[in-house]
């Protein structure tokens, strides 16, 4: 599985590293939960990678306030990406999962639930 998500996907695989580099990780390290967490508006990463989602910033006043796109970072990188690209992410990663798991119906309700919020 390693490399399927960057290879299947990105055309510009240095500018998209770090989105690369979290779904890899996500498709890798317990996929189900981290899709759960994401369905329920929540940000989800930790100190090295990961992903934030507007509703982690509950005012304009706080640094790195943003409305728009999905932030993903790794270490000191960060990249931004629009809502578009995102749910087109997850749909790879989610197809992913599906071809090495089989269908399962929590995957197909939690995206959906994304689609619906960022659509």
């Known amino acids: 599985m390693e490399g399927k998500f960057?290879?299947?996907?990105?055309?510009?695989?240095e500018e998209y590293a770090v989105v690369i580099a979290f779904f890899d990780w996500m498709?890798?390290?317990?996929?189900?939960?981290?899709?759960?967490?994401?369905?329920?508006?929540?940000s989800y990463g930790d100190e090295v990678l990961g992903?934030?989602?507007?509703?982690?910033?509950?005012?304009e006043d706080e640094d790195g306030y943003f409305e728009d796109g999905v932030e993903f970072y790794?270490?000191?990188?960060n990249i931004k990406i629009d809502f578009k690209m995102y749910i087109r992410?997850?749909?790879?990663?989610?197809?992913?999962?599906?071809?090495?798991?089989?269908?399962?119906?929590?995957?197909r309700n939690n995206l959906l639930i994304i689609k619906k919020r960022y659509m």
């Open 6 to 13: 960057e290879n299947l996907f990105f055309e510009d695989k």
């Open 27 to 42: 498709i890798r390290s317990g996929f189900k939960d981290i899709l759960d967490t994401l369905s329920k508006d929540i």
């Open 51 to 59: 992903c934030n989602l507007p509703s982690l910033f509950d005012s």
């Open 74 to 77: 790794l270490n000191d990188i």
């Open 89 to 107: 992410c997850l749909e790879l990663a989610c197809k992913i999962y599906i071809e090495e798991n089989g269908t399962d119906e929590e995957v």
